[in-house]
């Protein structure tokens, strides 16, 4: 039996951890239990008539010959 009515700072700091262990526990739970949202998602800037997405054209290829000296120009700085 203990006679001792005081913790010890170890006993202290594993209750904590312990606490905190089980309040992220309980959070996470709570988290992947909540419904998902499901909705119209608009950006709050933009109006209603700037929501459409405007399609950029394709990029140019790179010539081979400029992508290898870009390369090696690289490797050289390396």
């Known amino acids: 039996m203990r006679t001792d009515a005081t913790i010890s700072a ?3 700091l594993l209750r904590v951890i312990a606490i905190r ?5 309980l959070v996470g739970w ?3 239990l909540l419904p998902r949202q499901t909705g119209d998602y608009q ?9 459409t997405i405007e399609i ?4 140019k290829a790179i010539d081979p010959r400029v992508a ?4 090696a120009d690289m490797l050289r700085h390396d």
Do not use: I, N, Y
Request: with cysteine; charged share 10%; proline share 4%.
């Open 43 to 51: 950006l709050a800037c933009f109006s209603s008539s700037a929501t």
């Open 30 to 32: 709570g988290l992947t």
């Open 21 to 25: 262990l089980a309040l992220l526990v």
């Open 68 to 71: 290898d000296a870009a390369f």
């Open 56 to 59: 950029q054209p394709e990029a």
């Open 10 to 12: 170890t006993e202290l």
